[in-house]
């Protein structure tokens, strides 16, 4: 069945570093690629989403390029602020309508 | 415009009684969805509403779990005889269908069973 995996936090960051969480999948055909994050205290935002191959993904400085050949979706920002501070989370989107979620990534960004 | 809306936001009873949580997807959307978010397993899909289709309830963990949706609109989720390992936060989405089409997320309904 189709199945996300995406890199285990936490991850810790400065303020203006450079961020990857990686992403990879397995599924059959050509699925539907998308990044949610949780910010402290509220639910789940679309943070972008790519649905065929080699689309980029971008949103709030944040970009995912849906690389087929290597079955990935690894999320990226050139400079984190504090306010990034979130669990992001990989999924996918195949032949049912169902979200797959791989299991979160929680990133803390201190000043 | 208005989000997903759920209710209660939080929700405390006793192992064996029912509950049943609430979801008002956003205006239009024909598609909704309920998933569960707990700390041992992740984000899980529970159960997909598609218009005037049956429902796909392949996510749903035991019979003691059931869904409705009336009227194309608001659903409600309910857990029979709740156990402990049911404590979770119970997300409803709603969106469009199709691949690509974006869900969005209610604010969730925090169940814990003591």
């Known amino acids: 069945g189709n199945s996300v995996t995406q890199m285990e936090g936490p991850v810790t960051l400065s303020e203006e570093a450079f961020l990857t969480i990686n992403c990879t999948y397995t599924?059959?055909?050509?699925?539907?690629l998308f990044w949610y994050v949780q910010y402290p205290g509220e639910g789940l935002q679309l943070l972008l989403k790519?649905?065929?191959?080699?689309d980029k993904g971008s949103n709030k400085g944040f970009e995912a390029t849906y690389r087929k050949e290597t079955t990935s979706f690894h999320l990226e920002k050139g400079s984190v602020q504090v306010s990034d501070s979130a669990v992001y989370f990989c999924?996918?989107?195949?032949?049912?309508?169902?979200?797959?979620f791989g299991k979160g990534t929680k990133l803390t960004v201190n000043p | 415009g208005a989000g997903v809306s759920q209710s209660p936001s939080n929700k405390v009873t006793e192992k064996g009684k029912d509950v049943e949580l609430r979801c008002d997807p956003i205006?239009?959307?024909?598609?909704l969805y309920w998933y569960r978010q707990s700390l041992g397993q992740g984000l899980e899909f529970l159960i997909y509403?598609?218009?005037?289709?049956?429902?796909?309830k392949s996510g749903l963990p035991s019979d003691r779990f059931s869904a409705e949706r009336t009227g194309g609109s608001v659903s409600t989720l309910t857990i029979q005889r709740t156990q402990q390992e049911d404590s979770a936060v119970y997300l409803c989405?709603?969106?469009?269908?199709?691949?690509?089409?974006?869900?969005?997320f209610g604010p969730g309904t925090r169940l814990l069973v003591l």
């Open positions: 790519a649905t065929k191959a080699d």
């Open positions: 205006s239009g959307h024909t598609a």
């Open positions: 509403f598609q218009g005037n289709s049956a429902p796909d």
């Open positions: 999924a996918l989107k195949g032949g049912s309508e169902k979200l797959v």
């Open positions: 599924a059959t055909g050509y699925p539907s």
């Open positions: 989405a709603s969106g469009r269908s199709g691949s690509g089409e974006t869900q969005y």
